[in-house]
């Protein structure tokens, strides 16, 4: 099986586990798995037929580019990075 990574924020969807397996032959199938087992986190991870804008996939160390119809093999390591805000509105620091 598939293992995905679950950041922090997602957690308390996953009943704070850290990793799953899954199983799923493309990455949609295993969101859908997800959402099986965690209703709501599809909805965190796809809006529409897309990967949500502010998500990243990566599998195995490699950014998804195929979004959702990536194939996923048996072994695949799938993390899923959200995107890091913050400090952009602050104005530069004079020095």
């Known amino acids: 099986m598939a293992v995905v990574v ?11 586990a850290a990793r799953i397996e899954v199983e799923g032959a493309t990455l949609r199938r295993v969101i859908n798995e997800l959402e099986a087992r965690y209703p709501g986190v599809k909805a965190r991870l796809v809006e529409g037929n897309k990967i949500r804008p502010e998500i990243s996939i990566a599998v195995n160390g490699g950014i998804v580019a195929a979004g959702l119809v990536e194939p996923i093999a048996e ?10 805000s913050g400090g952009g509105d602050r104005p530069p620091r004079a020095g």
Not at 6 to 16: F, H, K, S
Not at 75 to 84: C, G, R, S, Y
Request: net charge negative; charged share 20%; aromatic share 0%.
């Open 75 to 84: 072994n695949d390591e799938i993390v899923i990075i959200p995107a890091i």
């Open 6 to 16: 679950v950041p922090p924020l997602l957690r308390p969807l996953t009943g704070d």
